[in-house]
């Protein structure tokens, strides 16, 4: 529900988004603890490593400008579709997040 206020296309101004019934947020949280259940499992088997501390990492990043740019059109691909969003300050935000790595 919180991109019903984009059914239109980008709003005038922001409005209060209706928040979701009681029963559908249990339903929400379950399905993610169900997902870090699994993810606990894949852990214990040994098929994944998990570091809280995000420290170790057997591969590098290296990204150019030319993927940031274009994981940035595949991901305003689908409201761009559906809502015709027309992003304002996402681009700024992808090129800031790779800057580092970049």
């Known amino acids: 529900m919180w991109d019903s206020i984009y059914y239109?296309?980008?709003?005038?101004k922001l409005?209060?988004?209706?928040?979701?019934?009681?029963?559908?947020a249990r339903s929400l949280f379950s399905k993610f603890e169900l997902l870090l259940k699994q993810v606990s499992?894949?852990?214990h088997a040994g098929l994944i490593?998990?570091?809280s501390n995000?420290?170790?990492s057997p591969k590098g990043l290296s990204v150019n400008q030319n993927q940031v740019q274009e994981c940035y059109e595949t991901s305003m691909r689908w409201?761009?579709?559906f809502f015709n969003y027309t992003p304002r300050f996402?681009?700024?935000?992808?090129?800031?997040?790779?800057?580092?790595a970049m």
């Open 49 to 51: 490593e998990v570091d």
């Open 8 to 12: 239109a296309g980008n709003p005038p």
């Open 15 to 24: 409005l209060r988004v209706p928040e979701k019934p009681l029963k559908e």
């Open 90 to 100: 996402v681009r700024v935000h992808f090129n800031e997040f790779f800057q580092a």
């Open 79 to 81: 409201p761009k579709k």
């Open 54 to 56: 995000l420290t170790t």
């Open 41 to 43: 499992m894949l852990r």
